[in-house]
């Protein structure tokens, strides 16, 4: 390999000389494979020179002015994108190069440049102001605080001394918030003394009461609360017919009204606990309800019956 | 600004030494550029086309090369490198830039050329006392050269190209690559003996 590279540097020293390959080749042991690298060497030489035309000449010094601070400001110097069309006009194709390779263009890549900062300050201005076009409109128009606004015509629309709102209104209270506590009396003890269901039904309607009261007061500055309380505490007369006064609430309210006002109270009580007060009412489906129960925990399972 | 076209006109040319073309350069003289730019354009031209095969490429890259040529003027010294050498080592770095871009944006290869967008060249016209069949095997064989030196590693293609097309002696070349003479040598022919085995295969396959 030594050998044969330094044949070749001999033989190219001798070439560069003037001296005809083949003499060469015939002094260096008549190789056949050196001669024919020196033919290559020999080819290489005779390329034709790659040489741009005057006007491509002419171009190509422009673009090296145009690109030198010192020259006078041309078009395309300052402003990058003014050369763009006259680019386009000399030459199209030289000018979809450009734009297909901006990395080789200077002046294309500056364009470049601009365009993505100026795309970026886009994207982050059109982003503030979406985002500070949202938020008025997430705030609700009329805003009331504690309590959601499907339930303030409850107590707008209620009329205070009607004796339909007796039973009205321990609906809405009931099937909001005690319905929890009057589910459990009613299927576990039937022969409860009216005295007690007395008491626990004007208790839970009070504790409901109480607590509905709040809004009324913030939402109707001119209605007082009190007439609603005197009106929560009346309905001890009809404690003594109703053993579970929130399951039968729902039912009995509607023939009691002779006003539409009490329906329209109705509506607007969209919670899931009413469905879950309303099936422990029936008393003979509670019964049988234990017997499996026990029989599935407190029978241990046998060891032959896993299969 | 009127641009005078000093191509064209053949005045000047080679009455400047590198030394003078250098202070020129470095005053900023009226001129300077243009004297540069016709003394090295064209076979910086001819040595970035042959490495990439593309007329725009080589456009482009010889334009930025003499542009940078001219910026950096400031920090030559004539005595460390002759200024050929160093217009070349600045043409090489921008090819070696532009083929690390060129992952992105790979080279066009020389039988993609579409020779009517090319723009119009002037071949040097070296066929005089050829017979025409010689002629035709010639331009055959050289046809079947560009294309090997383009399957050449960039660096026996650099070699190859700066050492014979170029006509860069050995310690130039050194110089410009800053490599050793032994690795020249060494890349020298091992460039040569490829470029014998392709054209061997081709020819014998054509």
């Known amino acids: 390999m030594k050998n044969k590279s330094q044949e070749f540097e001999i033989a190219l020293g001798l070439l560069e000389q003037g001296h005809d390959a083949n003499n060469i080749t015939q002094e260096l042991a008549n190789d056949e494979e050196l001669l024919e690298m020196l033919e290559v060497v020999k080819l290489a030489q005779l390329l034709p020179r790659q040489e741009p035309s005057p006007t491509r000449q002419l171009f190509m010094l422009n673009q090296v002015k145009s690109r030198l601070p010192d020259y006078e400001s041309r078009p395309g110097r300052s402003f990058p994108w003014l050369a763009l069309p006259e680019l386009f006009k000399k030459n199209p194709a030289r000018a979809m190069f450009s734009v297909s390779h901006p990395g080789t263009n200077p002046r294309l890549r500056k364009l470049g440049e601009v365009v993505m900062a100026f795309t970026l300050v886009l994207v982050v201005i059109l982003g503030l102001l979406a985002t500070t076009r949202d938020l008025p409109q997430n705030i609700p128009a009329t805003p009331v605080r504690g309590v959601p606004a499907a339930t303030v015509p409850v107590f707008t629309t209620l009329p205070a001394n009607s004796a339909e709102a007796l039973t009205a209104i321990p609906v809405t209270a009931t099937a909001t918030k005690s319905t929890t506590i009057l589910a459990s009396p009613a299927p576990t003890s039937a022969p409860v003394s009216p005295a007690t269901t007395q008491a626990q039904a004007s208790a839970t309607i009070q504790a409901a009461t109480t607590t509905v009261l709040q809004p009324t007061s913030k939402t109707k500055p001119g209605q007082s609360p009190t007439p609603i309380r005197s009106v929560v505490t009346a309905p001890a007369a009809p404690t003594p017919t109703a053993p579970a006064p929130t399951a039968a609430a729902p039912t009995q309210a509607p023939p009691a009204t002779s006003t539409p006002v009490p329906a329209t109270t109705q509506v607007p009580l969209p919670t899931p606990k009413p469905t879950a007060t309303a099936t422990p009412q029936p008393t003979p489906r509670l019964e049988p309800t234990p017997t499996p129960k026990e029989k599935e925990e407190g029978d241990p399972p046998k060891p032959g019956e896993g299969d | ?206």
């Open chain 2, 1 to 206: 600004m009127k641009l005078t076209n000093p191509i064209l006109s053949e005045t000047n040319s080679k009455s400047l030494s590198d030394a003078e073309l250098v202070a020129s350069l470095k005053k900023g003289e009226i001129g300077s550029a243009d004297l540069l730019f016709k003394l090295y354009a064209p076979s910086l031209y001819n040595y970035i086309y042959y490495h990439t095969g593309n007329h725009f490429l080589a456009e482009d890259l010889c334009s930025e090369t003499i542009t940078r040529v001219i910026e950096k003027i400031g920090s030559y010294t004539q005595r460390e490198i002759p200024l050929r050498t160093w217009v070349f080592r600045i043409a090489q770095n921008m090819l070696v830039d532009h083929f690390r871009r060129g992952q992105r944006h790979p080279a066009m290869p020389f039988d993609k050329l579409d020779q009517e967008n090319s723009p119009e060249v002037d071949h040097a016209n070296d066929w005089s006392g050829t017979a025409s069949g010689d002629m035709v095997e010639q331009l055959a064989q050289r046809e079947e050269l560009v294309r090997a030196i383009a399957t050449l590693p960039e660096e026996q293609r650099t070699i190859f190209l700066l050492r014979f097309v170029e006509g860069f002696d050995l310690e130039e070349v050194g110089k410009l690559l800053g490599k050793s003479m032994a690795s020249i040598k060494s890349l020298q022919y091992r460039a040569v003996k490829n470029l014998r085995r392709e054209l061997k295969i081709t020819l014998k396959g054509g």
